[in-house]
T-cell receptor
Framework: GAVVSQHPSWVICKSGTSVKIECRSL??????MFWYRQFPKQSLMLMAT?????????EQGVEKDKFLINHASLTLSTLTVTSAHPEDSSFYIC????????????FGPGTRLTVL | RKEVEQDPGPFNVPEGATVAFNCTYS??????FFWYRQDCRKEPKLLMSVYSSGNEDGRFTAQLNRASQYISLLIRDSKLSDSATYLC??????????FGAGTTVTVRA
């Protein structure tokens, strides 16, 4: 099946710093990618829809100025957590639908962010 | 009300047992339905799609009841490797996926 990669797989940072997470579709093009966040023992929550060449669409309650999304190419979307705080510590996962596979969503392996 | 609700479990079953659980969804216009499996600290992986007529994939059987807006998953002849969290996932017509909180299954030897 198609592969989606994320980098880094884990990151620890100090409060107030910004962290960039990359999501890449490795063998297919994705005009749309999704960013999720998952807190321990909770469900994945959709944060935003990343659209290639246009602005991301954010879910209600997600601050667009805090979670900056850039989808600059058909295979890369980035999520930047700006001025991270301990409450932003979470598991961030991206996904991308592959049109050729009937829009099956493929998930990246996730990025575990810990903000001290 | 959550878009997708699941019994969180946990379901603790012996090897070889059958285990079944459901989820319900609130959006009657939902288009597609899936069961994903998530292991601890890993990304979700597609287990199977769910079709209106019901479908099987080996030891796994999924059912969809659109009228009642619920989806079920049945695992026969449970294996130790089936221990995981099973996520009920519903897709709207704009690719967005809504996830249930997951049902934890633990298969013991």
């Amino acid at each position: 099946g198609a592969v989606v990669s994320q980098h880094p797989s884990w990151v620890i940072c100090k409060s107030g710093t910004s962290v960039k997470i990359e999501c890449r579709s490795l063998d297919f093009q994705a005009t749309t990618m999704f960013w999720y966040r998952q807190f321990p023992k909770q469900s994945l929550m959709l944060m935003a829809t990343s659209n290639e060449g246009s602005k991301a669409t954010y879910e209600q309650g997600v601050e667009k100025d805090k979670f900056l999304i850039n989808h600059a190419s058909l295979t890369l979307s980035t999520l930047t957590v700006t001025s991270a705080h301990p409450e932003d510590s979470s598991f961030y996962i991206c996904s991308a639908p592959e049109v050729a596979a009937g829009d099956t969503q493929y998930f990246g392996p996730g990025t575990r962010l810990t903000v001290l | 009300r959550k878009e997708v609700e699941q019994d969180p479990g946990p379901f603790n079953v012996p090897e070889g047992a059958t285990v079944a659980f459901n989820c319900t969804y609130s959006n009657s216009a939902s288009q597609s339905f899936f069961w994903y499996r998530q292991d601890c600290r890993k990304e979700p992986k597609l287990l199977m799609s769910v079709y209106s007529s019901g479908n099987e994939d080996g030891r796994f059987t999924a059912q969809l009841n659109r009228a009642s807006q619920y989806i079920s998953l049945l695992i026969r002849d449970s294996k130790l490797s089936d221990s995981a969290t099973y996520l009920c996932v519903v897709k709207s017509n704009d690719y967005k996926l809504s996830f249930g909180a997951g049902t934890t299954v633990t298969v013991r030897a």
